[in-house]
Every structure is written in C-alpha cells, then in structure tokens.
C-alpha cells in the first residue's frame, strides 16, 4: 500500500498567520491517465472529514481560497494563507491513485 | 442536497459479525460513475478505507481486511451495506460512507459516521 507521511503531525498557529502542511508519498501519485490523485481532508473536531482540495490543487465548491494545494509526484503541500478560527481540526492528505486509497497520519492545527 | 447516514449496532461481542447500513439521499448509485466507500477511524487516530461498490455493483475491498468484508447495495440504489466478520476490539472505530463521484476519485460527501465498540 502507498504510504503516506504528514509533517508537522502538530502546527501551532495564531490567527492570520500562513502556514503550511507537507505530505510525502512513499510512490509516485501520478496516474497513467495523466491525473494525479491527491486530495485534502479536514476533520473539525467531533465532525466528519470534509473534502477541501481534489486533484492536488483544485478547490472544492464552498472552500475559502486562503487554502491552496501544490504538488507533484511524491510531495504536496497544503498551505493556509491566513489562519481562521474555524480552520481548527486534523488535515488529511488522501491517494485515490494506487488502490486501495490511503490516508496520511494527520496534522492537528491548533491555536498559539 | 446530497446526504448519507450510517446506522449500525453500536456494540457487539467479539467473533460477532458486524452489519451496517450506508442510507443516503440527493444522489443515485445507479449514476453512471458514481461509488459509495465505507471508511473507519480509530478513536484519536488516522482513517482507513475498507470497502466501495459502484453503480455497475462492481464492488472493491482492502487487500488487509479483504476476507473478512462484504458490501452490497439495495435494488433501490438508495442503500448500501457492509458486513465485517469475526471482529474483534481492533474493529472498534467510527465508520463513515463517503461518496465518490464519476471519475473525481475524491471522497466529497461524507456522513457523520457510527461508532461501533467491540467488547465482551
């Protein structure tokens, strides 16, 4: 299974601030039709995850643009351009490109 | 509005077989393309995915758990199904269905996920 690694596993942030999430690829996500299979996840406290980013970089309908996906290959990177109370919660990178699809272990954003 | 709402048993003794029910409403998975996934999360730990069925019935598992999984779907596309055999306290988790539209591979609609304990 493709394994993917998340750092920092915890982020201190004080409102407005911009910070950034890596997640590492133990393979390549790029699929042989051309996609690259890479999504963003954020789990608010007590909630379901919620899809932010498909695609690596593409933002799903409702989400602020302060949030931004990039990447290629192994590496990607969620960045938050500007930090908000409701961001608070556990970030998720997810591969749907090598079956069967797998999470990476979680970033906790929390408030400085 | 899509939505989905998964239903279980909420506790059950090891060795059991553990059965749920994925009921969703705003979408067909009779849509061509469209695939329904169940996925668990531990307690303060990550996710895993653990099985999907498509619209064609096509359904798919996780190689780890593969012989003990079994997913189905209602003739009414409105319903899907997952049954765990032989759990155990590791099975003890929240678990979530989450919709996968044609081609996106994303998981974009989730429901609020049941909590199954596993305990004698």
């Known amino acids: 299974d493709v394994v993917l690694t998340q750092t920092p596993p915890t982020l201190s942030a004080t409102i407005g601030q911009s910070v950034s999430i890596s997640c590492r690829s133990s393979q390549s996500l790029l699929h042989s039709n051309g996609n690259t299979y890479l999504n963003w996840l954020l789990q608010r406290p007590g909630q379901p995850p919620q899809l932010l980013i498909y695609?690596?970089?593409r933002l799903e309908s409702g989400v602020p643009n302060r949030f931004s996906g990039s990447g290629s290959g192994t590496d990607f990177t969620l960045k938050i351009s500007g930090v908000e109370a409701e961001d608070l919660g556990v970030y998720y990178c997810v591969q749907s490109t090598h079956a069967p699809p797998t999470f990476g272990g979680g970033t906790k954003l929390e408030l400085k | 509005q899509v939505t989905l709402k998964e239903s279980g048993p909420g506790m059950l003794q090891p060795s059991k077989t553990l059965s749920l029910t994925c009921s969703f409403s705003g979408f067909s998975l009779s849509t061509s393309g469209m695939v329904v996934s169940w996925i668990r999360q531990p307690s303060g730990k990550s996710l895993e995915w653990l099985a999907a069925i498509d619209w064609d019935g096509d359904k798919y598992y996780n190689p780890s758990l593969k012989s003990r999984l079994t997913v189905s779907k209602d003739t009414s596309n409105t319903q899907v199904f997952l049954k765990i055999t032989s759990v155990d306290t590791a099975d003890t988790a929240t678990y979530y269905c989450?919709?996968?539209?044609?081609?996106?591979?994303?998981?974009?609609?989730w429901g609020q996920g049941v909590m199954v304990t596993v305990s004698s």
């Open positions: 695609l690596v970089s």
């Open positions: 989450a919709r996968s539209p044609l081609g996106a591979r994303t998981f974009d609609y």
